[in-house]
């Protein structure tokens, strides 16, 4: 099993800040990183894939890095709307199967 | 727009089995590779399993703690999504989720709400 580890857990942001996200693989998943966001109550939405394609619909601020072990979520200016937690998954090549990081809360400071 | 609703969730004793829908608003259904996830409250995410259509096989994946219990199948007539969950267990209780699979095998596109399964005795 490839093992995601995402730090930090809570990350205290103020509304027009910068986050990054960090995501970390226990072995190399190339460019097969995805995240997502989920809201209290609701399902996960898919943000970007790829490490670093936006899916449709998905602002400019929100942009992906990373390959090989290492992988960054950034939102450039927070809006109210993106405090959320935020996961990793890596889907590199069945087997093994898709695997989530632990999640990052992003809450306003 | 796709939409996913699930249904079928519950309270079910150690050892029982359960079965969940997903009905899907998805024109081409038939072509649609789909997904279960499921989250325990509070908790992170799970990849569960994945079939893929019939016109590329048909065939389905799963997650080392399912395996051998669950079952992921479609009725493509119907637009729906099933999982069969059987021997269930303590730690299958979750929310379950169904998704649709795109741009890339595994990654979750749509996601329907969620459907709750309490395993307890």
């Known amino acids: 099993e490839i093992v995601m580890t995402q730090s930090p857990a809570t990350l205290s942001v103020s509304p027009g800040e910068r986050a990054a996200l960090s995501c970390r693989a226990s072995?190399?998943?190339?460019?097969?990183l995805a995240w997502y966001q989920q809201k209290p109550g609701q399902a996960p939405r898919l943000l970007i894939y790829?490490?670093?394609t936006r899916t449709t619909g998905i602002p400019a601020r929100f942009s992906g890095s990373g390959s090989g072990t290492e992988f960054t979520l950034t939102i450039s200016s927070l809006q109210s709307e993106d405090f959320a937690v935020y996961y990793c998954?890596?889907?590199?090549?069945?087997?093994?199967?898709?695997?989530f990081g632990g999640g990052t809360k992003v809450e306003i400071k | 727009e796709v939409q996913l609703v699930e249904s079928g969730g519950g309270l079910v004793k150690p050892g029982g089995s359960l079965r969940l829908s997903c009905a899907a608003s998805?024109?081409?259904?038939?072509?649609?590779?789909m997904s279960w996830v499921r989250q325990v409250p509070g908790k992170g995410l799970e990849w569960i399993g994945r079939?893929?259509?019939?016109?590329?096989?048909?065939?389905?994946d799963y997650a080392a703690p399912v395996k051998g219990r669950f079952t992921i199948s479609r009725d493509d007539s119907k637009n729906t999504l099933y999982l069969q969950m059987n021997s269930l267990k303590t730690e299958d209780t979750a929310v379950y989720f169904c998704?649709?699979?795109?741009?890339?095998?595994?990654?979750?596109?749509?996601w329907g709400q969620g459907a709750l399964v309490t395993v307890s005795s």
């Open positions: 998704t649709t699979v795109g741009y890339a095998d595994f990654v979750l596109d749509r």
């Open positions: 998805i024109f081409t259904f038939d072509k649609a590779w």
């Open positions: 079939i893929k259509s019939k016109s590329d096989g048909g065939t389905t």
């Open positions: 072995q190399t998943v190339s460019s097969n």
């Open positions: 790829g490490a670093s």
């Open positions: 998954q890596q889907y590199n090549n069945w087997p093994p199967e898709p695997t």
